[in-house]
C-alpha cells in the first residue's frame, strides 16, 4: 500500500515554524519583558554580593596563606597561623573578646528586653518612648563614642561628677585595668540598644493577651507570667538575636579604638578585630592579618553552625 501524497498547493508543517511555538515564544517574551527590572535589581544585588562579600572572603583566604617578601608575593604555608598563635597577644585578644562578649550579652541582652517589657505596659505615648529608645542609634558611632568619653574623663566627666555628688570617689574609667573593659561595654550598650529594643517590643506585641489573661485568672504573678508566657512565645526571636549578638561583640572595633585606643591599658580592651587591625595597618603584615581574620571567620562560621543545628533539634523536639 503507498503512502498518501499531499496536494501540490499543500506542505507538511515544519515543527519549527509550527503555531504552538510562537505563542510560547511570545508568552515568553513577555514575561521576560515583566520581570526585566526585577532580573536587573537581581542581578545588581549578586554583583554587590560578590564584589564586597564573596570576593573579599576569597582573597583574604588566598591572603592568608601568602607572604610578601622585597615587594615579592610568595606562598608562606602555614607560616602566618603559627607566627599568629606564637603571638602573646593573640591570647590576650581572644581572652578581652570573650569578655566582652560576656559583659555585653549580660547588659546588651538582658536590659533591652527588660526596656522592651516596659515599654509594652505603657497605653500612652509608646511612640515618643520607642523614639526616645531607638535615638541612640540614629546618631554616628564617633559622635556616640566621643560623647561617653567626655563622660568618662576623670577631671570633668559626667560620671566622676555624679559620684563625688553622692559623696564616692572618681573612678579612672578608661585608664584602669579594672575598669576599662566594662567601660567599653556600657557604652556599646547605649549605643546598640535601641534597635534591639524595638524588636523585642514587636515580638511582644505579637503575644495573645488571652495568653495574659489565662495566667492571671491561675494566680500567676508579673513574673510567672513572663516565664511561663511571655520568654516561651518569644523565644524565637530571643535565640535569633542572641546568636546576632555574639557574631557583632566578637567583631567589636569601633568602641574600643576610640575609647581607649583600641589596647588600652596594658592590653586591657585589646580584642581580635583590633589586633587585625594592628597586623595590617600597624605592621604592614597582612598576612598575619588575614590569617587572624580567617581564624575569626571559621570560628563565628562554625559557631553558627552548630546554633542553627541545635535550635532545629530543640524545636522538632
Same mark, same amino acid.
Given at each position: 500500500?503507498?503512502?498518501?501524497? *499531499?496536494?501540490?498547493n499543500?506542505?507538511?508543517?515544519?515543527?519549527?515554524t509550527?503555531?504552538?511555538?510562537?505563542?510560547?515564544?511570545?508568552?515568553?517574551?513577555?514575561?521576560?519583558?515583566?520581570?526585566?527590572?526585577?532580573?536587573?535589581?537581581?542581578?545588581?544585588?549578586? =554583583?554587590?554580593?560578590?564584589?564586597?562579600?564573596?570576593?573579599?572572603m !576569597?582573597?583574604?583566604?588566598? $591572603?592568608? %596563606?601568602?607572604?610578601?617578601?622585597?615587594?615579592?608575593?610568595?606562598?608562606?604555608?602555614?607560616?602566618?597561623?603559627?607566627? &599568629?598563635?606564637?603571638?602573646?597577644?593573640?591570647?590576650?585578644?581572644?581572652?578581652?573578646t570573650?569578655?566582652?562578649?560576656?559583659?555585653?550579652?549580660?547588659?546588651?541582652?538582658?536590659v533591652p528586653?527588660a526596656?522592651? $517589657?516596659?515599654?509594652?505596659?505603657?497605653?500612652?505615648?509608646?511612640g515618643?518612648?520607642r523614639?526616645l529608645?531607638?535615638?541612640? !542609634?540614629?546618631?554616628?558611632? !564617633?559622635a556616640?563614642?566621643?560623647?561617653?568619653?567626655?563622660?568618662?574623663d576623670?577631671?570633668?566627666?559626667?560620671?566622676?561628677?555624679?559620684?563625688?555628688?553622692?559623696?564616692?570617689?572618681?573612678q579612672?574609667?578608661?585608664?584602669?585595668?579594672?575598669?576599662?573593659?566594662?567601660?567599653?561595654?556600657?557604652?556599646?550598650?547605649?549605643?546598640?540598644?535601641?534597635?534591639?529594643?524595638?524588636?523585642y517590643?514587636? @515580638? #511582644?506585641?505579637s503575644?495573645?493577651?488571652?495568653l495574659?489573661?489565662?495566667?492571671?485568672?491561675d494566680?500567676?504573678? /508579673? $513574673?510567672?507570667? &513572663?516565664?511561663? /508566657?511571655?520568654i516561651?512565645?518569644?523565644?524565637? &526571636? *530571643?535565640?535569633?538575636?542572641?546568636l546576632?549578638?555574639?557574631?557583632?561583640?566578637?567583631?567589636v572595633? /569601633?568602641?574600643? %579604638?576610640l575609647?581607649?585606643?583600641?589596647?588600652g591599658?596594658?592590653g586591657?580592651?585589646l580584642? /581580635?578585630?583590633? *589586633? &587585625?587591625?594592628?597586623? @595590617?595597618?600597624?605592621?604592614?603584615?597582612?598576612?598575619?592579618?588575614?590569617?587572624?581574620?580567617? !581564624? =575569626?571567620?571559621v570560628? #563565628?562560621?562554625? %559557631?553558627? @553552625?552548630?546554633?542553627?543545628?541545635l535550635?532545629?533539634?530543640?524545636?522538632?523536639?
Amino acid at each position: 500500500m503507498s503512502a498518501p501524497t *499531499l496536494p501540490k498547493n499543500e506542505t507538511r508543517p515544519s515543527p519549527r515554524t509550527d503555531g504552538r511555538a510562537r505563542p510560547e515564544r511570545a508568552a515568553f517574551r513577555q514575561a521576560l519583558k515583566r520581570n526585566l527590572t526585577a532580573h536587573g535589581f537581581l542581578i545588581g544585588a549578586i =554583583l554587590c554580593f560578590a564584589l564586597f562579600s564573596w570576593y573579599p572572603m !576569597v582573597r583574604e583566604f588566598i $591572603l592568608a %596563606f601568602q607572604k610578601t617578601e622585597n615587594g615579592e608575593t610568595v606562598w608562606a604555608g602555614w607560616s602566618n597561623l603559627t607566627y &599568629i598563635f606564637n603571638d602573646p597577644a593573640f591570647w590576650q585578644a581572644w581572652r578581652n573578646t570573650l569578655l566582652f562578649t560576656a559583659l555585653a550579652l549580660l547588659l546588651g541582652f538582658a536590659v533591652p528586653f527588660a526596656i522592651a $517589657l516596659v515599654l509594652n505596659e505603657f497605653r500612652h505615648g509608646r511612640g515618643y518612648l520607642r523614639l526616645l529608645v531607638y535615638l541612640p !542609634v540614629m546618631l554616628p558611632p !564617633v559622635a556616640s563614642v566621643l560623647l561617653f568619653k567626655y563622660f568618662y574623663d576623670p577631671g570633668y566627666g559626667l560620671f566622676n561628677r555624679i559620684l563625688e555628688a553622692v559623696g564616692l570617689p572618681g573612678q579612672d574609667w578608661l585608664q584602669s585595668t579594672d575598669t576599662a573593659m566594662i567601660s567599653v561595654v556600657i557604652a556599646a550598650t547605649w549605643m546598640n540598644m535601641g534597635g534591639a529594643t524595638l524588636i523585642y517590643l514587636a @515580638a #511582644l506585641q505579637s503575644i495573645p493577651g488571652e495568653l495574659y489573661e489565662a495566667a492571671e485568672l491561675d494566680g500567676a504573678g /508579673v $513574673l510567672r507570667r &513572663i516565664w511561663h /508566657v511571655t520568654i516561651p512565645q518569644t523565644r524565637l &526571636i *530571643l535565640s535569633l538575636m542572641l546568636l546576632l549578638q555574639i557574631i557583632a561583640t566578637m567583631q567589636v572595633f /569601633v568602641e574600643p %579604638f576610640l575609647l581607649t585606643g583600641g589596647a588600652g591599658p596594658e592590653g586591657a580592651t585589646l580584642t /581580635v578585630v583590633h *589586633l &587585625i587591625y594592628q597586623y @595590617a595597618f600597624t605592621f604592614n603584615n597582612y598576612g598575619s592579618a588575614a590569617a587572624l581574620g580567617l !581564624v =575569626l571567620l571559621v570560628l #563565628l562560621a562554625g %559557631f553558627s @553552625a552548630a546554633y542553627a543545628r541545635l535550635s532545629r533539634a530543640g524545636s522538632e523536639d
